[in-house]
Every structure is written in structure tokens, then in C-alpha cells.
């Protein structure tokens, strides 16, 4: 416990911005403190972070810290991120998005990210669902759920986002649960180190929207389905098509390297400083 209320203290706007505007058993909370944690344990200087969020119950996660942070525009969140980290190329950039935020409006956007290889890390909150703004289906809404947009069910086939970012040029992909807490913490420390475009999928049902909607029980009930669908990646590799039905990877999906975006940029500039006429 002690431990704990040094972190809230040292990285939490604790006495301006409480209490939280998300619903009791909501995952946020449970990835904004592994990424507190991850934080934590690798000494960045909390001067040294930008923390960047679209809008959502996601894009919430930066009022709450004690960084540098910027509350963006709807499925923009990249772009911002992107200029923060051309401009400041020293600077720990970290993008907060939800599913429909990431990969609806801001789908070309993530896409794009992922395929330079901007040097920072997007955390894409999955809860199957646009949350905060009434429940309509998202791209990552599964087929046959329904949504207050889909009120007989929804006909539309779900992005794998962490498959979509695999496919892109990400060079490190990972895929937690809020129900696999310290996997999670493990997957967002290292894609805080990974040098390149790092993506961490969390998947954390809204059951306020989604789970009421689709009568698939309470926080805990849907934590519970985390648990009994989730298989580990390397587990997965000795599992027939049959037994992997209706389950979903978690780990690490990705981890390779390849020429930096911001990095070969830089020496782009040089190159073209060089080349500019003397003056006399």
C-alpha cells in the first residue's frame, strides 16, 4: 500500500483531478497503473514524457497524470504525437487511444504510424465499443454484438487491431488483458523501450456499453471471459484451428527492427542543410 500511494503521489494529479469520470470496474484505471508502473521502474523524467489522447473514456488518461500531455482532437491523437515527436525527438512520446479512436477516424492514421516507424508507443484501449459518446459499434465491435447503432446486431466484421498493426510495419506488437495484469505491465515496459513504432493492444470490454447491451454480465463476469479466452502466444503455436476458435492471442506478437522514421529524418535535414548555397 505504501508503495502504491508513492506512485499516485509522484505521478498522479491526485489533488486536482479526482475523482475519475470512469464507471466503477472500468479497465482504465488498471492500464493507466501499468503504465505508471512501467514508468516508474525505467527512471524517465516526467518532464521527459508527452502523453497524447484523442477523445473517449481513453483520451481521459492524460488529465489525470502529471506529464507533459495533450487532449487532441478525435482520431488525431497520432498526428499530434507524430509533430511532438519531429519537433522534440528526445522526448518519451505516448499515445493513449481507444479502439474506435485509433482505428475508425484515425484508422489511415494509425496505419500510416505504424508503416514510417515513428519512434513512440500507442496503447489502444480495446473495449470493443464507442464508450463515452452512447454505444455505437466500433470497428472492433464482433460480428453478431449488438450496439445502439446496431440494435438488432451488428453485420460488420471486427478489425484485429493487433494483427492491423503487425501487417503495417510496427515493430514491436503486443496484446494484453486487464484480467493478465502483470503481463500487461510487462508488454507496455517493453514497448517503452523498443526503439520505433510500438503498439500495445489492452483488451478491456466496456461493460457499461457493451457488456449491458449484450448481456454478458458485470466487470468481474467480463474479466472472467478475458481469462477463459486469452491464450498465450506461444501456447497458441501447438493449438489445432479447432481449439483456437473463439480465442485470442497475448504476448508479444512482433518484436523486429527496422530503420527509424525520425532518425532518417533528421538526416534528411542534414543532407539538405548541407547542400544549401554559401552565402558570401
Not at 492500464?31 to 527512471?43: C, P
Not at 459518446?133 to 446486431?153: D, E, L, V
Given at each position: 500500500m505504501a508503495e502504491i500511494t508513492k506512485l499516485v503521489h509522484k505521478y498522479l494529479r491526485h489533488d486536482k483531478k479526482f475523482p475519475h469520470v470512469w464507471c466503477p470496474g472500468c479497465?482504465?484505471?488498471?492500464?493507466?497503473?501499468?503504465?505508471?508502473?512501467?514508468?516508474?521502474?525505467?527512471?524517465?523524467?516526467?518532464?521527459?514524457?508527452?502523453?497524447?489522447?484523442?477523445?473517449?473514456?481513453?483520451?481521459?488518461?492524460?488529465?489525470?497524470?502529471?506529464?507533459?500531455?495533450?487532449?487532441?482532437?478525435?482520431?488525431?491523437?497520432?498526428?499530434?504525437?507524430?509533430?511532438?515527436?519531429?519537433?522534440?525527438?528526445?522526448?518519451?512520446?505516448?499515445?493513449?487511444?481507444?479502439?474506435?479512436?485509433?482505428?475508425?477516424?484515425?484508422?489511415?492514421?494509425?496505419?500510416?504510424?505504424?508503416?514510417?516507424?515513428?519512434?513512440?508507443?500507442?496503447?489502444?484501449?480495446?473495449?470493443?465499443?464507442?464508450?463515452?459518446?452512447?454505444?455505437?459499434?466500433?470497428?472492433?465491435?464482433?460480428?453478431?454484438?449488438?450496439?445502439?447503432?446496431?440494435p438488432y446486431r451488428n453485420i460488420e466484421h471486427a478489425f484485429n487491431i493487433a494483427e492491423l498493426a503487425v501487417t503495417a510495419g510496427a515493430v514491436f506488437v503486443g496484446r494484453g488483458t486487464v484480467y493478465h495484469a502483470r503481463l500487461l505491465d510487462k508488454l507496455i515496459e517493453k514497448a517503452f523501450v523498443k526503439r520505433g513504432f510500438g503498439v500495445v493492444e489492452v483488451i478491456t470490454h466496456c461493460h457499461t456499453q457493451y457488456g449491458r447491451r449484450n448481456r454478458m454480465g458485470d466487470a468481474v463476469a467480463m474479466m472472467k471471459w478475458q481469462k477463459e479466452h486469452a491464450v498465450r502466444v506461444e501456447k497458441s503455436a501447438d493449438m489445432s484451428e479447432e481449439e483456437l476458435r473463439d480465442k485470442f492471442t497475448i504476448g508479444v506478437l512482433v518484436d523486429r527492427e527496422l530503420p527509424i522514421y525520425t532518425e532518417q529524418y533528421a538526416l534528411v535535414r542534414e543532407q539538405a542543410t548541407e547542400n544549401l548555397p554559401r552565402s558570401h
Amino acid at each position: 500500500m505504501a508503495e502504491i500511494t508513492k506512485l499516485v503521489h509522484k505521478y498522479l494529479r491526485h489533488d486536482k483531478k479526482f475523482p475519475h469520470v470512469w464507471c466503477p470496474g472500468c479497465g482504465n484505471g488498471i492500464v493507466l497503473g501499468a503504465m505508471i508502473r512501467a514508468i516508474d521502474r525505467l527512471a524517465y523524467r516526467k518532464d521527459d514524457i508527452v502523453m497524447v489522447s484523442g477523445i473517449g473514456c481513453s483520451g481521459r488518461l492524460p488529465v489525470y497524470v502529471d506529464f507533459n500531455t495533450l487532449h487532441t482532437t478525435h482520431g488525431r491523437a497520432l498526428t499530434f504525437a507524430t509533430g511532438v515527436k519531429l519537433a522534440k525527438p528526445e522526448l518519451k512520446v505516448i499515445v493513449v487511444m481507444g479502439d474506435g479512436d485509433a482505428t475508425a477516424i484515425g484508422g489511415n492514421h494509425f496505419i500510416h504510424a505504424a508503416r514510417r516507424n515513428i519512434n513512440l508507443t500507442a496503447i489502444i484501449i480495446n473495449n470493443n465499443i464507442y464508450g463515452m459518446t452512447g454505444g455505437q459499434y466500433s470497428p472492433t465491435t464482433p460480428y453478431g454484438m449488438k450496439a445502439s447503432t446496431a440494435p438488432y446486431r451488428n453485420i460488420e466484421h471486427a478489425f484485429n487491431i493487433a494483427e492491423l498493426a503487425v501487417t503495417a510495419g510496427a515493430v514491436f506488437v503486443g496484446r494484453g488483458t486487464v484480467y493478465h495484469a502483470r503481463l500487461l505491465d510487462k508488454l507496455i515496459e517493453k514497448a517503452f523501450v523498443k526503439r520505433g513504432f510500438g503498439v500495445v493492444e489492452v483488451i478491456t470490454h466496456c461493460h457499461t456499453q457493451y457488456g449491458r447491451r449484450n448481456r454478458m454480465g458485470d466487470a468481474v463476469a467480463m474479466m472472467k471471459w478475458q481469462k477463459e479466452h486469452a491464450v498465450r502466444v506461444e501456447k497458441s503455436a501447438d493449438m489445432s484451428e479447432e481449439e483456437l476458435r473463439d480465442k485470442f492471442t497475448i504476448g508479444v506478437l512482433v518484436d523486429r527492427e527496422l530503420p527509424i522514421y525520425t532518425e532518417q529524418y533528421a538526416l534528411v535535414r542534414e543532407q539538405a542543410t548541407e547542400n544549401l548555397p554559401r552565402s558570401h
